[in-house]
T-cell receptor, first 114, second 113 residues
Framework: AQTVTQSQPEMSVQEAETVTLSCTYDTSENNYYLFWYKQPPSRQMILVIR??????QNATENRFSVNFQKAAKSFSLKISDSQLGDTAMYFC???????????FGTGTSLTVIP | NAGVTQTPKFRILKIGQSMTLQCTQD?????MYWYRQDPGMGLKLIYY???????DKGEVPNGYNVSRSTTEDFPLRLELAAPSQTSVYFC????????????FGPGTRLTVL
């Protein structure tokens, strides 16, 4: 069975600093995708970034980047130049290749301190 | 293009009542999902559908039912509401397989008293 683990329930970072959120997963698939979603206080789930497992290059979206270590089954999210609007819950997610299951971690609550 | 819409946004039910949570997407996505999110937790899959007329159970289906008569709509039915069903419910859709990004609705906050 596929699992996703986020071991940091809460984190905080000073505005303009860099923070890294951890995620580990388990899957028997060789080709798969990984996602980070952000959930601000509004509750809306917002895609932050996605990574394709067969790509060597780590995905980057503006201030957000990932450190994808396939052999270690690790998928961490780095937020650079943190902004107050980054305050949110962050979820790591792993879909099954059939698309009928998406597995979410328990989330990391990030607070950006002014 | 509204994406995924859910109604209502909030609802309070009494124990034993029933209700239907509505979900509609206008992106012509084949796959649709219902999740629940309990306080401080991640999302758990209730039911999913891979196309009109096809539904299947997820991780936590007990106490819920779904139907998918059209591509656009995927309502979730709660029969005999219980306090354990107090949660935030999210509907999501994706074009096809697991390689696709899930698009989420804004959620429905349900309280059962």
């Amino acid at each position: 069975a596929q699992t996703v683990t986020q071991s940091q329930p809460e984190m905080s970072v000073q505005e303009a600093e860099t923070v890294t959120l951890s995620c580990t997963y388990d899957t028997s698939e060789n080709n798969y995708y990984l996602f980070w979603y952000k959930q601000p206080p509004s509750r809306q789930m917002i895609l932050v970034i996605r990574q394709e497992a067969y790509k060597q290059q780590n995905a980057t979206e503006n201030r957000f980047s990932v450190n994808f270590q396939k052999a270690a089954k690790s998928f961490s999210l780095k937020i650079s130049d943190s902004q107050l609007g980054d305050t949110a819950m962050y979820f790591c997610a792993l879909p099954s290749n059939t698309g009928n299951q998406f597995y979410f971690g328990t989330g990391t609550s990030l607070t950006v301190i002014p | 293009n509204a994406g995924v819409t859910q109604t209502p946004k909030f609802r309070i039910l009494k124990i034993g009542q029933s209700m239907t949570l509505q979900c509609t997407q206008d992106m012509n996505h084949n796959y649709m999902y219902w999740y629940r999110q309990d306080p401080g937790m991640g999302l758990k899959l209730i039911y999913y559908s891979v196309g009109a007329g096809i539904t299947d159970k997820g991780e936590v289906p007990n106490g819920y039912n779904v139907s998918r008569s059209t591509t656009e709509d995927f309502p979730l039915r709660l029969e005999l509401a219980a306090p354990s069903q107090t949660s935030v419910y999210f509907c999501a859709s994706t074009p096809g397989t697991g390689q696709n990004t899930q698009y989420f609705g804004p959620g429905t906050r349900l309280t059962v008293l």
